[in-house]
């Protein structure tokens, strides 16, 4: 099991320019998560999704798109990049209300900057 | 206002020695869940305890402790015999409405870096 995977880990971005970062889960899991990482402010929850098919915003959704096309695949996308969304991107999953400790399992991170 | 707290930036102890990092939390829910994650230098996030608000136990998972205090609000991660593997950044981190009606997000504290000395 490869667990939850991202794509890029790493990525520079000029103003303006767009990307998407992929996150892949190989657990099964219905739910999954995007956060953003900023030093000084933890994780903050940017978009999520409950099910194939179906997204909901976060904490801090805006300049953000997702789609959830797939299981086993959550998508980020920037349509037009800011320096404000440099940061460290984390993708996260876990089951549904079935396990009492249902911890979010994280991706790797990926690095982003934006000039 | 912050849901979760953690009010210590940055702590040091000795190898061996025990350390407490601290956090409290704000919630009106009755039913919720705590956790703490470890951040090494390496960047992943790894899972180390879980304490429900029902729990009448403070959780346990080998050398590391959560001390619950539901009525102060607190739930401080407790590591007993420090190695230093065990330096990295710690996140406490809650679920509200355990009820399944949050569908399972987590809102995070700023994180405490723990240095273990030699």
């Known amino acids: 099991n490869a667990g939850v995977t991202q794509t890029p880990k790493f990525r520079v971005l000029k103003t303006g320019q767009s990307m998407t970062l992929l996150c892949a889960q190989d657990?099964?899991?219905?739910?999954m998560y995007w956060y953003r990482q900023d030093p000084g402010m933890g994780l903050r929850l940017i978009h999520y999704s409950v099910g194939e098919g179906t997204t909901a915003k976060g904490e801090v959704p805006d300049g953000y798109n997702v789609s959830r096309l797939k299981k086993q695949n959550f998508l980020l996308g920037l349509e037009s990049a800011a320096p404000s969304q440099t940061s460290v991107y984390f993708c996260a999953s876990s089951r549904t209300r079935t396990s009492r400790y249902n911890e979010q399992f994280f991706g790797p991170g990926t690095r982003l900057t934006v000039l | 206002a912050q849901k979760i707290t953690q009010t210590q930036p940055g702590m040091f102890v000795q190898e061996k020695e025990a350390v407490t990092l601290d956090c409290t939390y704000d919630t009106s829910d009755q039913s919720y869940g705590l956790f703490w994650y470890k951040q090494p230098s390496s960047g992943e996030m790894i899972f180390l305890i879980y304490?429900?608000?029902?729990?009448?136990q403070n959780a346990t998972e080998g050398r590391y402790s959560l001390n619950f205090q539901k009525a102060r609000k607190s739930a401080n991660l407790v590591i007993s015999a420090s190695q230093l593997g065990d330096s990295a950044m710690y996140f406490c981190?809650?679920?509200?409405?355990?009820?399944?009606?949050?569908?399972?997000?987590?809102?995070f504290g700023q994180g405490t870096i723990l240095t273990v000395h030699p």
């Open positions: 981190a809650m679920r509200e409405r355990e009820d399944g009606t949050s569908y399972g997000k987590l809102t």
């Open positions: 304490q429900g608000s029902y729990d009448e």
């Open positions: 657990m099964n899991h219905e739910y």
